[in-house]
Protein backbone atom coordinates (compact mmCIF):
# COMPACT_ATOMS: atom_id res chain seq x y z
CA UNK A 1 0.00 0.00 0.00
CA UNK A 2 1.28 3.31 -0.43
CA UNK A 3 2.34 6.09 1.59
CA UNK A 4 -0.64 8.32 1.85
CA UNK A 5 -1.89 9.53 5.07
CA UNK A 6 -5.25 10.78 3.65
CA UNK A 7 -5.95 7.63 2.08
CA UNK A 8 -5.80 5.71 5.43
CA UNK A 9 -8.15 8.82 6.92
CA UNK A 10 -10.51 8.39 3.69
CA UNK A 11 -10.64 4.57 4.29
CA UNK A 12 -11.42 5.23 7.57
CA UNK A 13 -14.27 7.56 7.32
CA UNK A 14 -15.66 4.96 4.53
CA UNK A 15 -15.18 1.77 7.31
CA UNK A 16 -16.92 4.43 9.72
CA UNK A 17 -19.57 5.29 7.74
CA UNK A 18 -20.53 1.66 6.34
CA UNK A 19 -20.27 -0.04 10.08
CA UNK A 20 -22.49 2.71 10.96
CA UNK A 21 -25.03 2.45 8.23
CA UNK A 22 -25.26 -1.36 8.60
CA UNK A 23 -25.94 -0.98 12.51
CA UNK A 24 -28.42 1.44 12.38
CA UNK A 25 -30.03 -0.74 9.46
CA UNK A 26 -30.30 -3.79 11.79
CA UNK A 27 -31.78 -1.49 15.06
CA UNK A 28 -28.36 -1.08 17.11
CA UNK A 29 -28.62 1.29 19.85
CA UNK A 30 -26.27 4.67 19.36
CA UNK A 31 -24.32 3.42 21.97
CA UNK A 32 -23.04 0.48 20.57
CA UNK A 33 -22.26 2.06 17.14
CA UNK A 34 -19.71 4.37 19.26
CA UNK A 35 -18.66 1.43 20.43
CA UNK A 36 -18.05 -0.70 17.16
CA UNK A 37 -16.48 2.28 16.23
CA UNK A 38 -14.24 2.95 19.14
CA UNK A 39 -13.44 -1.04 19.15
CA UNK A 40 -11.57 0.19 15.35
CA UNK A 41 -9.84 2.74 16.52
CA UNK A 42 -8.62 0.24 19.53
CA UNK A 43 -7.55 -2.06 17.03
CA UNK A 44 -5.51 0.66 15.66
CA UNK A 45 -3.77 1.73 18.38
CA UNK A 46 -2.68 -1.43 19.30
CA UNK A 47 -1.28 -1.92 16.04
CA UNK A 48 0.46 1.23 16.29
CA UNK A 49 1.89 0.05 19.92
CA UNK A 50 2.75 -3.61 18.57
CA UNK A 51 5.01 -2.08 15.42
CA UNK A 52 6.58 0.48 17.83
CA UNK A 53 7.66 -2.33 20.18
CA UNK A 54 8.76 -4.29 16.83
CA UNK A 55 10.88 -0.85 16.10
CA UNK A 56 8.70 -0.07 12.73
CA UNK A 57 6.53 2.77 13.60
CA UNK A 58 7.20 4.29 10.27
CA UNK A 59 4.96 1.36 8.69
CA UNK A 60 1.62 2.28 10.35
CA UNK A 61 0.28 4.41 8.04
CA UNK A 62 0.30 1.99 5.24
CA UNK A 63 -0.70 -1.04 7.33
CA UNK A 64 -3.57 0.65 8.75
CA UNK A 65 -4.52 1.75 5.09
CA UNK A 66 -4.27 -2.08 3.96
CA UNK A 67 -6.26 -3.56 6.81
CA UNK A 68 -9.11 -0.87 6.57
CA UNK A 69 -9.04 -1.42 3.07
CA UNK A 70 -9.61 -5.59 3.97
CA UNK A 71 -12.12 -4.48 6.19
CA UNK A 72 -14.24 -1.70 3.42
CA UNK A 73 -13.84 -4.48 0.92
CA UNK A 74 -14.88 -6.99 3.04
CA UNK A 75 -18.13 -4.69 4.54
CA UNK A 76 -19.12 -3.77 0.78
CA UNK A 77 -19.53 -7.33 -0.54
CA UNK A 78 -20.78 -9.37 3.03
CA UNK A 79 -23.08 -6.89 4.00
CA UNK A 80 -25.34 -6.48 0.98
CA UNK A 81 -25.17 -10.41 1.66
CA UNK A 82 -26.51 -10.19 4.70
CA UNK A 83 -29.45 -8.30 3.73
CA UNK A 84 -30.69 -11.98 2.48
CA UNK A 85 -30.57 -13.29 5.36
CA UNK A 86 -32.92 -12.97 8.70
CA UNK A 87 -30.99 -11.48 11.01
CA UNK A 88 -33.48 -10.72 13.87
CA UNK A 89 -34.32 -15.02 13.80
CA UNK A 90 -30.92 -16.11 13.40
CA UNK A 91 -30.11 -14.28 16.41
CA UNK A 92 -32.09 -14.66 18.37
CA UNK A 93 -33.49 -18.19 18.01
CA UNK A 94 -31.38 -20.02 15.33
CA UNK A 95 -32.90 -22.53 13.36
CA UNK A 96 -31.15 -24.25 10.82
CA UNK A 97 -34.26 -26.05 9.17
CA UNK A 98 -36.10 -22.96 8.72
CA UNK A 99 -33.45 -21.58 6.19
CA UNK A 100 -33.72 -21.59 2.66
CA UNK A 101 -31.45 -23.25 0.33
CA UNK A 102 -30.18 -20.01 -1.10
CA UNK A 103 -29.68 -18.51 2.36
CA UNK A 104 -27.84 -21.64 3.24
CA UNK A 105 -25.24 -20.72 0.18
CA UNK A 106 -25.54 -17.09 1.54
CA UNK A 107 -24.26 -18.39 5.23
CA UNK A 108 -21.89 -20.41 3.51
CA UNK A 109 -20.28 -17.60 1.14
CA UNK A 110 -20.04 -15.20 4.16
CA UNK A 111 -18.09 -18.03 6.09
CA UNK A 112 -15.67 -17.85 3.01
CA UNK A 113 -15.09 -14.76 2.70
CA UNK A 114 -14.87 -14.12 6.88
CA UNK A 115 -11.78 -16.98 5.77
CA UNK A 116 -9.98 -15.04 3.14
CA UNK A 117 -10.35 -11.14 5.49
CA UNK A 118 -8.79 -13.35 8.44
CA UNK A 119 -6.01 -14.72 5.84
CA UNK A 120 -5.38 -11.48 4.33
CA UNK A 121 -5.34 -10.17 8.18
CA UNK A 122 -2.78 -12.50 8.91
CA UNK A 123 -0.74 -11.92 5.94
CA UNK A 124 -0.45 -8.24 6.32
CA UNK A 125 0.16 -8.34 10.03
CA UNK A 126 2.95 -10.78 9.56
CA UNK A 127 4.48 -8.42 6.77
CA UNK A 128 4.31 -5.76 8.37
CA UNK A 129 5.28 -7.01 11.67
CA UNK A 130 8.34 -9.31 10.16
CA UNK A 131 7.27 -12.42 12.20
CA UNK A 132 6.07 -15.65 10.61
CA UNK A 133 2.17 -17.19 10.15
CA UNK A 134 1.48 -18.22 13.71
CA UNK A 135 2.70 -14.55 15.46
CA UNK A 136 0.01 -13.37 12.58
CA UNK A 137 -2.55 -15.29 13.81
CA UNK A 138 -1.98 -14.39 17.44
CA UNK A 139 -1.65 -11.26 16.60
CA UNK A 140 -4.98 -11.26 14.79
CA UNK A 141 -6.30 -12.77 17.73
CA UNK A 142 -5.26 -10.44 20.07
CA UNK A 143 -6.71 -7.35 18.03
CA UNK A 144 -9.70 -9.34 17.87
CA UNK A 145 -9.72 -9.91 21.65
CA UNK A 146 -9.27 -5.86 22.00
CA UNK A 147 -11.76 -5.31 19.70
CA UNK A 148 -14.44 -7.27 21.61
CA UNK A 149 -13.46 -6.27 24.77
CA UNK A 150 -14.12 -2.69 23.67
CA UNK A 151 -17.62 -3.58 22.22
CA UNK A 152 -18.56 -5.69 25.30
CA UNK A 153 -18.02 -2.25 27.75
CA UNK A 154 -19.52 -0.48 25.11
CA UNK A 155 -22.82 -3.07 25.29
CA UNK A 156 -22.82 -2.90 28.85
CA UNK A 157 -23.11 1.47 28.92
CA UNK A 158 -25.21 1.14 25.94
CA UNK A 159 -27.00 -1.47 28.38
CA UNK A 160 -27.01 0.73 31.76
CA UNK A 161 -28.44 4.05 29.57
Known amino acids: ????????????????????????HNGARPGMIAAALLGGLA??????????????PERFVQTAT???AIKLSFDLVVYPLTLLLPLKEILTKFDPTALTG????????IA???????CVWIGVLR?????????GALVFLLLFFINS????????????S
Do not use: D, H, N
Request: hydrophobic share 60%; net charge positive; proline share 4%.
Open 1 to 24: MPYSPQLLVALLVACGVVEAAFEL
Open 43 to 56: VLGMVLVLLRGRGK
Open 66 to 68: ALA
Open 102 to 109: GQTAVMVA
Open 112 to 118: ALGVWQL
Open 127 to 135: RSLEIPVAG
Open 149 to 160: IVLGMGAGLAGA
